[in-house]
């Protein structure tokens, strides 16, 4: 089934884009996206095991090259969590430090193309594989929802239940305009965590699919191929910024959300 797809560009990208699926419940709408999961939890492990590394031999003294470059990268997301959080807080580090290295390095695999994983698995029996995480929506709500949690949490933490009820109620307009404060508050609440997701999704998405069709356009003809190489590449170096830069943008809007959440309004 899987080589009758590939006859044809539309089939090809289609079947690249399909998630290895488990559906939880025979009947039901509980629907695990296998490949989306497993690739998550092995590029976490991956990268705790990498900054293992760095820490099982750390010195005082001269750093190595590997501790030197972790060192530098953790300084670098500390100066900007402290930068944007204003709080008290000790966990708005870590949780910066968790989404931007982790959403890097779930981003990174959109650098392998799409074949190099699909065909060896289609090998032993997997014919559908999404290698990036984050081009599946389900990736990104689950970031962003663990996000907006955090919200409720710093909020409650702050101004506590009675002060962050009555806030949510009564700002901004004052305690007789209640329902437009409650439907005001709702709409942007929840719009945080949604946006969030749907940036990261949208631009991982649509890298895949122009991807995809540079490889298309390649296996058409010779000319396809040279064309195909060219925008490949051009369009591989564009993505060594566009893979950091939807990183470090969930991870900023992350912890500006936490530190307004604090804020009274």
Known sequence: MASEQALTPTNYIQHHLKNLTVQVQDGGFWTLHVDTIVTSVLMGLLIVFAFWLATRKATSGVPGKWQAFVEICLEFVDKQARDTY????????????????????????????????????????????????????????????????????????????????????????????????????????????VSLAMRLFGNMFGGEIVFLLIWVLGGASVFGMLAGGVFGLGWMLFHLLVIPLQAFIFMMLSIVYLSLSEDSH
């Open 86 to 193: 204003h709080g008290p807080s000790k966990l708005v580090t870590p949780i910066a430090i968790t989404l931007f290295f982790w959403i890097l390095m779930m981003n990174m695999l959109k650098m392998i193309p799409a074949d190099f994983i699909a065909k060896p698995l289609e090998l032993v029996g997997v014919h559908y594989w999404k290698p990036v995480p984050t081009a599946d929506v389900n990736a990104t709500l689950g970031l962003s929802i663990s996000v907006f949690f955090l919200m409720i949490f710093f909020a409650l933490r702050s101004k506590g239940l009675g002060g962050f009820t009555h806030e949510f109620l009564t700002a901004p307009f004052g305690k007789w305009m209640l329902p437009f404060n409650l439907i005001l508050n709702i709409v942007e609440w929840v719009s945080k965590p």
